[in-house]
C-alpha cells in the first residue's frame, strides 16, 4: 500500500500533466487523441483533432477549477447566480486558449505536429445558445466575472437545438436545425447526480403539519428530471473558473419505473421522448405570435432546477437557508426566468416551512433584474389560465404577492384605482394575463436597464409607477462586451498592434489601458500600421466571403457593415435606401465625392417575422441587381453574410470601417456590437440611441457621425401625428428611391413583391425611416468626405480604439458587483507552482 507521503506526491506528479509548457501540451494532445479519440495521427480526421486540442484545453481548465471549487467552498464565498434562458456563447478553443495564456504555445505544439491550429478552431461548432443581443451579453458576463474573479454559476438549459442556421436561397432567408451537439461536445462535463425533479400541472392542497398549522402544498400531475451539465468558465490571466451549469430535461425515474413496471413498455419510452422536448429547441424572439406553452414550461423547468440546485449547495455548505440571500444573489437576465421569484417562495414555504415573511425576506433580497428591452411586444405575459392547468401553486403564490404589494400601493396611493390596475401582476381584460415584468420588479431588490438612456426610459415610461413608489429601487449599468473575444481573439493583428505601442498587454486585462495608444494618434508610423492591420482584416474577410458566397469584394473600397439581428426597429431598410440612393446616383452619373463602398449585412430574421424577412429578400435582390451591373460595380457592392453567429462576427468586426447603429432614438436598449466594431476601429455611424450616446461621449462627438432624430423628438412627433406620406411626396429623391423598389426593378419586374414593406413605410413607417432618411444621406456624405482622407480616418479611428475601455465587461461587471449585488472578488491562488 501507499504511504499518504507518496500518494501526495503522485498527485503533485500527475499535476504537470496540465503544464502550461509545448511539451506537456503535446504530450496532452497525443494522449487525447489516443485515449479519448482512439485515434492515431495518421488516421485522424481534423474533427478528431479538434477534439484532442479541446480536452488538452479543458484538461487545463480543469486543473483549475478544481482549485475554485476548494476555494470557494473553504471561503464560503459568496456567490452570483446568473439566470438566464440564452447563453451566446460562441466556440471555446481559442478563447480558452488566450485565457489560459497557451495560443502560442499550442499553436507551436500542433504545428511540430503538423497540424494548423487555426484550422482545429475552425472545425469547433459554437453553441448558439441565444438569439442576440441578451445571450451574447449573459457570455460575455460569464467571461468577465471570472476575470474579475467573483464567484459565479450561470445556470441555463441545454437546448439540443440551438438558434437555427441561417442559409439565403434565392435571396430568402432559409431556417436549418441546430443540431451542434451531433458530433459530441468536448467542453462539458455531465452531472447525472446532479438532478432535480420538476413538477407541472395538478393540483394543491392543505393539510395540518406536525404545529398544526394549516399548509398548502402542490400535488403535480407529472413530473420531468432537470439533469446538469456544467461547463467550466475560465477568467483572463485569472485562476478562477466560473461554473455554466445547463439543465437538460429528461424523464422523472419514478415515471419510468411506473410504466415500465405496468408492462407498458412503449408507453414509457413515449414519456421519455415527451419529457426530453422540453430542452429540445431554443426559442426564437421578436416571434409576433409568442406565448407558446413550451416556452412556458422551459422557463419554469430552467428556475426550478436552479432554484433547488442553489439550495441544496446552501444546505451543503452554509446550513439553515436563513441566510440565504447572504450566500447567493440572483440576477434575472430579462423576465424569462422570472418565475424563479414564485419558485423560491414556494421552496421556502412549502419544503422548508417558512412563514410568509420569512420567505418574502429572503425572495426579495436575493433577487435582481435587468430589462433589455422597451418594446411593447417583448414585455412577457402568460394566460392565467395556462398558469392555472400548468402551476397552479405558483398562481397562488402569485396571487398573494399580488395581494399584500397592491396593499402596499393602495396605502401609499390612496384612491388611485387606475394606478393599482396598472401596476398588478395580473392584467385584466378578456383574457388575465400575469404580467412577467411586473412579477420581476416587485420580487427584486434593484432592477436595472443596460445604457443610461434606457435606463432612464424604463424609469420614466415603462415602470414609471414602479419608479414611484420605490425610487431607490431602480439602476442603470450601461453593458460592455469582453475584449478578449473580441479584440484578442477576433483581431490578432490589432491586439499585437496595440501591446506594442502600448508597450504591454494590461490593456487586455484593463481597457482603459488603450488610452495609452492616445499621445501616438498622430504617429505616421502607428498610422501607417493601423491602416495595413485593416486592410489585411478586410482582405480576410473578402476571401471568406468569396468561399462562402461567391461575392467579391473590394478590399480597396470601404467597408460599411450591418450586422445584427433584422429588425424593423433597427433600421436595415433605412441602410438599404442609403443604398438604393447610392445607387441611381451613380447611374446618373453624379458620382462626384462618391467613395466607393461595400455594403456588408449580416442577421437573423425570427421565422415567424415576416415584414424582417422581407427585408433580408430586398438587401439581397438589391444586392444582385448592384453586384452585376458593371456601370455601378467599380463604386458600390452588396454582400449578405449568410449566418451570422458570434464565428462570423469574429470576421466582420475586425474588417469594418464604418459601424452602422442606427435604430430609431428609444428603441434599442443598448447594442453591443457597436462597441465591438468601435473596439475594432470602426468609426459609428448611428442616432442617440442605447449605448451610441455614451460611446459618442467617449470617443468624442467629433470621432462618431450622429444623424437622426432624438428620443424626445420621436416621442413629440408620435403624439402631435407623424405622417410618412409627407416625406414621401415632399422629397423626390425618396419618393424615387422607394418608387424603383416598386418598380420590379430589383425583383424580376414584380412589382409587388416589396409593397408590403414600402406601403406601410409609406402609410404608417412605426420606426420613422423617411423622416430619418434625409439626415441619414447628408451624414453619410460627410462620411465620404472624412474617408477621402485616410490620415483623418486613422487618426479617428486610433482614437475611438484608444477611449473605447469604459464598454469592457469588465467595468459592467465591476458596477454589478459593487452596486447591486455587494459582492467582491475572491481570488483562486495558484497553489501548484
Ligand atoms: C437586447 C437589446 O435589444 C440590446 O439593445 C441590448 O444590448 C441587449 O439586449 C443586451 O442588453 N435584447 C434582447 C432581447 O436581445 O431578446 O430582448
Not at 500500500?1 to 503533485?12: E, R
Not at 495518421?42 to 471549487?69: C, F, G, I, N, Q
Not at 436563513?322 to 421552496?347: C, I, S, W, Y
Amino acid at each position: 500500500m501507499n504511504s499518504p507521503d507518496t500518494t501526495v506526491q503522485q498527485a503533485k506528479r500527475e499535476h504537470t500533466r496540465t503544464g502550461m509548457s509545448k511539451d506537456a501540451f503535446q504530450r496532452d494532445l497525443l494522449d487525447n487523441l489516443f485515449y479519448i479519440q482512439g485515434r492515431f495521427r495518421e488516421v485522424a480526421t481534423p474533427h478528431d483533432l479538434y477534439m484532442a486540442a479541446a480536452y488538452t484545453t479543458r484538461d487545463r481548465l480543469l486543473a483549475r477549477w478544481v482549485k475554485s471549487a476548494q476555494t470557494f467552498k473553504a471561503t464560503h464565498a459568496r456567490t452570483v447566480c446568473y439566470l438566464s434562458a440564452e447563453y451566446l456563447l460562441g466556440p471555446h478553443l481559442a478563447s480558452n486558449l488566450v485565457n489560459l495564456g497557451i495560443t502560442e504555445t499550442a499553436r507551436a505544439a500542433a504545428e511540430e505536429l503538423g497540424m494548423d491550429m487555426d484550422a482545429l478552431i475552425e472545425e469547433e461548432e459554437e453553441p448558439g445558445l441565444g438569439n442576440g443581443g441578451l445571450g451574447r451579453l449573459a457570455a460575455c458576463f460569464m467571461e468577465s466575472l471570472a476575470t474579475c474573479q467573483i464567484p459565479a454559476i450561470g445556470y441555463g438549459i441545454r437546448y439540443e437545438f440551438g438558434i437555427f442556421k441561417q442559409a439565403i436561397e434565392d435571396g430568402w432567408q432559409v431556417e436549418k436545425g441546430d443540431n451542434w451537439l451531433r458530433n459530441g461536445n468536448p467542453w462539458e462535463i455531465p452531472r447525472p447526480k446532479i438532478s432535480f425533479a420538476v413538477g407541472f400541472g395538478g393540483h394543491t392542497e392543505s393539510y395540518r403539519d406536525e404545529r398544526s398549522q394549516v399548509r398548502l402544498r402542490w400535488q403535480p400531475a407529472f413530473e420531468i428530471r432537470g439533469v446538469a451539465y456544467d461547463t467550466p468558465i475560465l477568467g483572463y490571466g485569472s485562476q478562477n473558473v466560473n461554473l455554466l451549469r445547463l439543465w437538460k430535461a429528461e424523464a422523472s425515474e419514478s415515471l419510468d419505473l411506473q410504466a415500465f413496471n405496468t408492462g407498458d413498455y412503449y408507453g414509457a419510452v413515449h414519456a421519455k421522448i415527451e419529457a426530453e422536448t422540453l430542452s429540445k429547441v431554443l426559442y426564437p424572439n421578436d416571434e409576433p405570435e409568442a406565448g407558446k406553452e413550451l416556452r412556458l414550461k422551459q422557463q419554469y423547468f430552467l428556475v426550478s432546477c436552479s432554484m433547488q440546485d442553489m439550495i441544496r449547495l446552501h444546505l451543503n455548505t452554509v446550513g439553515p437557508l436563513e441566510g440565504f440571500a447572504d450566500k447567493f444573489t440572483v440576477q434575472l437576465n430579462d423576465t424569462h426566468p422570472a418565475l424563479a421569484v414564485a419558485e423560491l417562495m414556494r421552496l421556502l414555504l412549502d419544503r422548508h416551512a417558512m412563514t410568509w415573511e420569512e420567505a418574502w425576506g429572503i425572495t426579495h433580497k436575493t433577487f435582481c433584474y435587468t430589462n433589455h428591452t422597451l418594446l411593447p411586444e417583448a414585455l412577457e405575459t402568460w394566460p392565467v389560465s395556462l398558469f392555472e392547468r400548468l402551476l397552479p401553486r405558483h398562481l397562488e403564490i402569485i396571487y398573494e404577492i399580488n395581494r399584500r404589494f397592491l396593499d402596499e400601493v393602495r396605502m401609499r396611493f390612496l384612491g388611485d384605482e387606475a394606478r393599482v390596475r396598472r401596476m398588478s401582476l395580473i392584467a385584466e381584460g378578456h383574457e388575465r394575463r400575469v404580467r412577467m415584468a411586473h412579477l420581476a420588479v416587485v420580487g427584486s431588490h434593484a432592477v436595472n436597464g443596460v445604457a443610461k438612456l434606457h435606463s432612464y426610459l424604463v424609469k420614466a415610461m415603462l415602470f414609471k409607477d414602479f419608479a414611484e413608489l420605490w425610487p431607490e429601487r431602480f439602476h442603470n449599468v450601461t453593458n460592455g462586451v469582453t475584449p478578449r473575444r473580441f479584440v484578442v481573439v477576433a483581431n490578432p493583428r490589432l491586439a499585437k498592434l496595440i501591446t506594442e505601442t502600448c508597450g504591454q498587454d494590461d490593456w487586455i486585462r484593463d481597457l482603459e489601458q488603450l488610452r495609452a495608444l492616445e499621445p501616438h494618434v498622430d504617429d505616421a508610423g502607428l498610422q501607417g500600421r493601423w491602416q495595413e492591420v485593416k486592410r489585411a482584416a478586410k482582405q480576410d474577410l473578402a476571401q471568406w466571403m468569396k468561399q462562402a458566397t461567391g461575392i467579391e469584394l473590394d478590399p480597396e473600397s470601404m467597408f460599411d457593415v450591418q450586422a445584427k439581428r433584422i429588425h424593423e426597429y433597427k433600421r436595415q431598410h433605412l441602410k438599404v435606401l442609403h443604398i438604393v440612393r447610392c445607387y441611381q446616383r451613380i447611374k446618373q452619373g453624379q458620382v462626384q465625392g462618391l467613395v466607393p463602398r461595400t455594403f456588408i449585412f449580416g442577421g437573423k430574421a425570427a421565422p415567424g417575422y415576416f415584414m424582417a424577412k422581407l427585408i433580408i429578400k430586398l438587401i439581397n435582390a438589391v444586392a444582385e441587381v448592384v453586384n452585376n451591373d458593371p456601370q455601378v460595380n467599380d463604386w458600390i457592392r452588396v454582400a449578405f453574410m449568410p449566418d451570422f453567429n458570434v464565428k462570423n462576427g469574429q470576421r466582420l468586426y475586425p474588417a469594418a470601417e464604418l459601424s452602422e447603429q442606427i435604430s430609431l432614438a428609444g428603441k434599442e436598449a443598448s447594442g453591443t456590437g457597436n462597441m465591438k466594431f468601435s473596439m475594432n476601429g470602426a468609426l459609428t455611424i448611428g442616432t442617440l440611441d442605447g449605448a451610441n450616446i455614451e460611446i459618442r461621449e467617449a470617443v468624442g462627438p467629433e470621432n462618431f457621425f450622429l444623424f437622426g432624430l432624438t428620443a424626445e423628438e420621436v416621442l413629440q412627433r408620435q403624439m402631435t401625428g407623424y405622417r410618412p406620406w409627407e416625406y414621401y411626396q415632399n422629397d423626390p429623391e425618396l419618393k424615387s428611391d422607394l418608387d424603383l423598389i416598386n418598380s420590379g426593378l430589383f425583383s424580376h419586374g414584380d412589382t409587388q413583391l416589396f409593397r408590403p414593406l414600402t406601403d406601410n413605410l409609406i402609410n404608417h413607417d412605426p420606426f420613422m425611416v423617411l423622416a430619418d432618411y434625409r439626415a441619414y444621406l447628408e451624414c453619410q456624405e460627410q462620411v465620404d468626405r472624412i474617408y477621402r482622407d485616410p490620415e483623418r480616418w486613422t487618426r479617428m479611428s486610433i482614437l475611438n480604439v484608444a477611449r473605447i475601455g469604459y464598454f469592457s465587461s469588465d467595468r459592467a461587471i465591476r458596477e454589478y458587483a459593487e452596486r447591486i449585488w455587494q459582492v467582491g472578488p475572491q481570488p483562486v491562488l495558484d497553489t501548484e507552482h
